[in-house]
């Protein structure tokens, strides 16, 4: 789930329709006519050719990429070929993330089973080409990023014009050629290969011989204030302990600031050894240095990572290490390897897919899996899983929505590291089943029979039972947010909700802004300002007119309980949270668990995110596990000595809330009813209750502001206040050699 957008009206200026999406031109070779024609692409431009980049629309982005990061996606050009649902996610991602160009390319035609993946796409788009069914709708998530199609066989020429190249739908001999194109290009391409067959996925990464990981893990560089250096060799440097350091043994660090020791202030890093809570040594010999005397700040240097990747060709044969993401199913990955390789070998001889439900089209899958087992030397498995092997053959043609919905999102992230080194991207093979999500009975091959319907690749792995059950479904959401959209889109395609007796809720109290439009992809500019829940319902109602959905602005909490009553929970048949504080997600986790519904929790946090499902009588449920509190620093030292970021942000807030709020707020409660308040200021009679008081007459007295220049001359004493009477103070009463009961320097 990525972001949007650049300069408003940037369409419209200039020779616009020269910049506009062509189907058959690819968006690379349209930005570099625009180019040429002396046009800045993508968006507004700094004079230099540059994307100025929307902070309104990109802050979020912003706040996790950084500028760096964000100018390199501005500048990159994508290919996503093949427009199945998997497609149609990753391309769409990567709209959001505002990069240069995406090019979609699709030689097959729309047909009903698309329909189940592909949100871009509905019944009038049967017979038509996938990609250039789709270039119109992806435009709009983002008129800074140039959407063209090309509905020709590709070739390697056409892959050079590209920073990135994903694949979704491509044989294996053919992707073995154009990965060997792509590493032998200058500079190399980076490669995705990627597949979702019903409830199996996998992804292939090859961004080249070598790449530079520029910043592996996104975080802020740790930091430490010193508290002492020792003249020793390993120089051992001690932090002050109000804090735990989070160095580790390797990293390396270089030193500021230091008195004494300024040896140290030379800029070299130095690498870190016996890392400690409070302390650590660093490989120097400082005997001969000169003896520390105060201050120093020691920051962690993140150094680039250059990586290696092997090539599709050698991978297919020795694969490495697989990145696992359920430790449960270690063993799970040779043979899902396998599986993708024997996929390859029975479309290649019969030029389809296994029938669902065929037994004799499954067990010549198995024949062909064994073969390729036998065939392998350090990755043999002594014995294959038959039956989930037959559960892959079934439904191998089916592209389910929260499959490629998933891996459209781990592709567009990939492509993100790709273009900019940030981020340690997926570093080859990664292989993803969830065969948990099948029914519990045994299916019949006659209820996996096409019905003609848009939801027959569903219907082809879980049966039309299943499916008639999800349309009848009482789906109550809330929050329609980033998350919310997803879930909106996802359910939609799905048919959840979509039958005669079904029903969808969804509540959001917000209203669109600008900085919505990166991520929740749903809205368009034009809905700034409108409901987020009834645009959001009237987008997801036009990727399926099925959907039966009632969009409320309530908050969901104890004063809309009449809205959301006994009734109403009663009828539910699953809740699920899209929301983005803890105190909602408590309360909806109370009222789940009150009434036995089951609660689908998630929530993201930059690139982190976390998934909880709440089952009745079978999981915990949300309120049952906590977070551990966040460690907070003494007021005393907030208010008096703030040394860190944190502490200089707690004493802003503090200082904010007591002179724009609370002041305020007591002088409000006084002039609405002075013989009331000052009832209960009598009756309180503390020194909190005389504060109050001098804040109130303050204002209304000896700071109280009649025109807009006293407004000035007031923010002029108070900054005056802050930053230079309370700093002499305190330098006043804690000089410079000032020391501790212990004799220790202050």
């Known amino acids: 789930m990525l972001p949007t957008k650049r300069a408003d009206g940037a369409e419209d200026s200039g020779d616009a329709a020269a910049k506009k999406a062509r189907v058959g031109e690819s968006a690379a070779e349209a930005g570099s006519e625009a180019m040429v024609a002396g046009e800045p692409?993508?968006?507004?431009?700094?004079?230099?050719?540059?994307?100025e980049i929307d902070e309104d629309l990109h802050s979020r982005q912003l706040a996790v990429y950084g500028r760096e990061t964000m100018r390199l996606l501005f500048a990159s050009n994508v290919l996503v070929s093949g427009l199945n649902g998997l497609g149609a996610e990753t391309a769409k991602n990567l709209a959001l993330a505002g990069v240069k160009s995406v090019t979609l390319h699709d030689v097959e035609n729309v047909d009903m089973w698309d329909l189940s993946g592909n949100f871009f796409l509905s019944e009038d788009d049967i017979g038509k080409n996938r990609a250039a069914a789709c270039v119109e709708k992806l435009q709009e998530l983002n008129n800074a990023v140039l959407v063209s199609a090309v509905t020709e066989e590709l070739t390697t020429e056409h892959l050079s014009k590209f920073q990135a190249v994903v694949f979704t739908n491509l044989s294996l001999d053919k992707a073995v050629e154009f990965n060997d194109y792509c590493r032998s290009h200058q500079p190399p391409i980076p490669f995705i290969k990627t597949e979702v067959c019903g409830l199996f996925g996998s992804v292939f990464c090859d961004f080249g011989p070598e790449f530079t990981v520029l910043d592996v893990d996104g975080e802020d560089p740790h930091t430490g204030i010193i508290a002492s250096i020792s003249n020793d060799n390993p120089a051992m440097v001690s932090?002050?302990?109000?804090?735990?350091?989070?160095?580790?043994d390797g990293d390396l660090v270089v030193f500021t600031e230091v008195s004494g020791m300024t040896e140290l202030n030379d800029g070299k890093p130095r690498k870190i050894v016996d890392a400690r809570p409070f302390s650590f040594c660093i490989e120097e010999d400082t005997r001969n240095f000169g003896i520390y005397a105060k201050g120093g700040i020691v920051t962690q240097v993140k150094e680039p990572m250059i990586l290696e990747f092997k090539s599709l060709r050698e991978c297919i044969k020795e694969p490495g290490n697989f990145l696992l993401s359920d430790f449960s199913k270690y063993q799970r990955p040779p043979l899902l390897h396998f599986a993708f390789l024997a996929l390859d070998n029975f479309r290649k001889k019969f030029g389809r897919f296994p029938v669902a439900g065929c037994d004799q089209d499954a067990r010549k899958f198995v024949e062909f899996t064994a073969s390729i087992n036998e065939a392998a030397i350090d990755y043999k498995m002594d014995e294959l899983d038959e039956k989930l092997l037959q559960h892959f053959a079934s439904g191998s043609r089916a592209v389910l929505n929260p499959m490629a919905a998933m891996f459209g999102g781990i592709v567009g992230q990939e492509v993100v590291k790709a273009c900019s080194g940030k981020f340690h991207p997926q570093y080859q093979?990664?292989?993803f089943d969830s065969l948990e999500s099948l029914p519990t009975y045994a299916l019949d091959p006659k209820d996996l029979k096409p019905l003609n319907s848009r939801y027959d690749a569903q219907i082809s792995v879980f049966g039309s039972k299943?499916?008639?059950k999800m349309r009848d479904s009482n789906i109550f959401v809330v929050g329609s947010g980033a998350l919310g959209c997803e879930f909106l889109k996802n359910f939609a395609l799905m048919g959840v909700s979509c039958g005669r007796k079904g029903k969808l809720t969804i509540t959001d109290d917000d209203v669109i802004e600008k900085s919505n439009l990166s991520r929740q992809?749903?809205?368009?500019?034009?809905?700034?300002?409108?409901?987020?829940?009834t645009?959001?319902?009237?987008?997801?109602?036009a990727i399926n007119s099925s959907l039966h959905i009632d969009a409320l602005q309530n908050r969901a909490c104890p004063e809309t309980e009449h809205v959301f009553n006994d009734a109403f929970w009663e009828g539910l048949d699953a809740v699920i949270n899209a929301l983005d504080n803890v105190n909602a997600r408590m309360y909806m986790d109370?009222?789940?668990?009150?009434?036995?519904?089951?609660l689908l929790e998630s929530g993201t946090l930059g690139p982190k995110c976390n998934t909880q499902m709440v089952i009745p009588h079978l999981t915990e449920n949300y309120g049952a596990s906590r977070d551990p509190p966040e460690k907070q620093a003494p007021m005393c030292t907030v208010h008096s000595f703030p040394h860190n970021i944190d502490h200089c942000l707690t004493w802003a807030r503090s200082e904010f809330e007591g002179l724009l709020e609370k002041t305020p707020n007591e002088v409000n409660s006084f002039m609405s009813n002075p013989a009331e308040y000052a009832a209960a200021m009598r009756k309180a009679g503390d020194a909190q209750a005389r504060e109050l008081l001098e804040r109130v007459r303050e204002c209304l007295d000896k700071e109280r502001c009649y025109k807009f220049e006293d407004c000035i001359a007031w923010a002029r004493l108070k900054f005056e206040d802050?930053?230079?009477n309370r700093v002499k103070q305190l330098t006043f009463t804690f000089p410079e050699d000032a020391a501790t009961s212990t004799g220790a320097p202050f």
């Open 41 to 51: 692409v993508g968006g507004g431009s700094n004079g230099n050719g540059v994307a």
């Open 239 to 248: 932090c002050v302990d109000d804090e735990r350091l989070e160095f580790q």
């Open 429 to 431: 093979f990664f292989y």
């Open 466 to 468: 299943l499916q008639k």
């Open 521 to 533: 992809f749903l809205f368009r500019d034009w809905n700034i300002g409108q409901a987020k829940s």
């Open 535 to 541: 645009v959001a319902a009237t987008a997801a109602s």
């Open 590 to 598: 109370m009222r789940c668990l009150y009434f036995q519904k089951p």
């Open 722 to 724: 802050y930053f230079s």
